[in-house]
T-cell receptor
Framework: SAVISQKPSRDICQRGTSLTIQCQVDSQVTMMFWYRQQPGQSLTLIATANQGSEATYESGFVIDKFPISRPNLTFSTLTVSNMSPEDSSIYLC??????????FGPGTRLTVL | GESVGLHLPTLSVQEGDNSIINCAYSNSASDYFIWYKQESGKGPQFIIDIRSNMDKRQGQRVTVLLNKTVKHLSLQIAATQPGDSAVYFCAETTGTASKLTFGTGTRLQVML
């Protein structure tokens, strides 16, 4: 299975600022995904990031708030813009491996003050 | 999935007993299901999957059962160990969409 790393692993940020989260995979993958997990809750898909095209956002998530880059088949970034305390969550990237299985990174724990 | 806030359903089992974690899904068109295990401070870890053309699949110490009639999925863990303590999520998707919809999660506590 793919090995996925994320940076930073955690951060504490001030409201109104932005944070860019990086996701690196050890192999080339077509599909990468970004999820949000609010405290004590399940995972919600933010967007699908495919190389060479714009990300596809789920209902309730917009590009201005969560811009995504996918410059190549092993890397993606998610930016959380103009943060508020409600953005405090764990942000996770995942990839679809050679089968249909999705594997997740360790997550980035964000706290907004 | 529907949120249950900070109060996840919890299943407490004795070490060595079998555990059964249940999940109800809502989309009758879903045809691929995955169970994930999430330990504190970590990302979800793939455990086992099943396609809708099957009703049972076994792995090492784990079995997934799928009942499409009532849209129900279960994860059975045999001889539960302390290392099995975690939050377990079911996830579903349709066709080749790849977009996973996660259930609410169940916290498994293994008592020594």
């Amino acid at each position: 299975s793919a090995v996925i790393s994320q940076k930073p692993s955690r951060d504490i940020c001030q409201r109104g600022t932005s944070l860019t989260i990086q996701c690196q995979v050890d192999s080339q993958v077509t599909m990468m995904f970004w999820y949000r997990q609010q405290p004590g809750q399940s995972l919600t898909l933010i967007a699908t990031a495919n190389q060479g095209s714009e990300a596809t956002y789920e209902s309730g998530f917009v590009i201005d708030k969560f811009p995504i880059s996918r410059p190549n088949l092993t890397f993606s970034t998610l930016t959380v813009s103009n943060m508020s305390p409600e953005d405090s969550s764990i942000y996770l990237c995942s990839v679809e491996d050679t089968g249909d299985e999705q594997f997740f990174g360790p997550g980035t724990r964000l706290t907004v003050l | 999935g529907e949120s249950v806030g900070l109060h996840l359903p919890t299943l407490s089992v004795q070490e060595g007993d079998n555990s059964i974690i249940n999940c109800a899904y809502s989309n009758s068109a879903s045809d691929y299901f995955i169970w994930y295990k999430q330990e504190s401070g970590k990302g979800p870890q793939f455990i086992i999957d099943i396609r809708s053309n099957m009703d049972k699949r076994q792995g090492q110490r784990v079995t997934v059962l799928l009942n499409k009639t009532v849209k129900h999925l279960s994860l059975q863990i045999a001889a539960t160990q302390p290392g099995d303590s975690a939050v377990y999520f079911c996830a579903e998707t349709t066709g080749t969409a790849s977009k996973l919809t996660f259930g609410t999660g169940t916290r498994l506590q293994v008592m020594l």
